[in-house]
């Protein structure tokens, strides 16, 4: 049974750079073709696609977090990271890595962005 | 990029059957939008019921069902049960890049 578990700090400053790391276990990230992706759900709002990646590092980014947003796989840690830079408080948000066919979700780690 | 609407809110009698809808900015939805469909209650991580269209798992409950009708995806629930009550997202791809919908709040009463 695949578990997923995000890391990383839950508070960042304005125009800082936010990074999570998701860590896959319980199987190996390579060994499915299903995509793995960051989603993200403001307080009170609904859910949004953030971006995916596949075990080959084919990514594919929200058109309007394109320019800040990096997603990376490192198959060798079984973990794929997400990389948001410029935050601002609007970024605030439970944010959850997972991999949706199958039903494997990380528990979503709350980023606050604040000074 | 797309925009993928959904009903803001729906109500359902319990024993009831309803129809959520996910529409797509880009035309119709199809077979190669692959939709998603995912219930989320509050506090708890959403949970995927539906994949392709109209493919359950082992836990969707046998009264959901996804189709595309009408140049849209849609989950319909038949026989509502007070624990259905939750908010409800259609997922879109398009070639690869994934949108949510706004997702639709149903409330059982």
Known sequence: ?115 | QAVVTQEPSLTVSPGGTVTLTCGSSTGAVTSGHYPYWFQQKPGQVPRTLIYESSSKYSWTPARFSGSLLGGKAALTLSGAQPEDEADYYCLLSYSGARVFGGGTKLTVL
């Open chain 1, 1 to 115: 049974q695949l578990q997923l578990q995000e890391s990383g700090p839950g508070l960042v400053k304005p125009s800082e750079t936010l990074s999570l790391t998701c860590t896959v276990s319980g199987g190996s990230i390579s060994s499915s073709g299903y995509f793995w992706g960051w989603i993200r759900q403001p307080p009170g709002k609904g859910l949004e696609w953030i971006g995916s990646i596949f075990y080959t590092g084919t990514t594919y980014y929200n058109p309007s977090l394109k320019t800040r947003l990096t997603i990376s796989v490192d198959t060798s840690k079984n973990q794929f990271s997400l990389r948001l830079t410029s935050v601002t408080a609007a970024d605030t948000a439970v944010y959850h890595c997972a991999r949706p066919h199958g039903n494997y979700w990380g528990q979503g780690t709350l980023v606050t962005v604040s000074s």
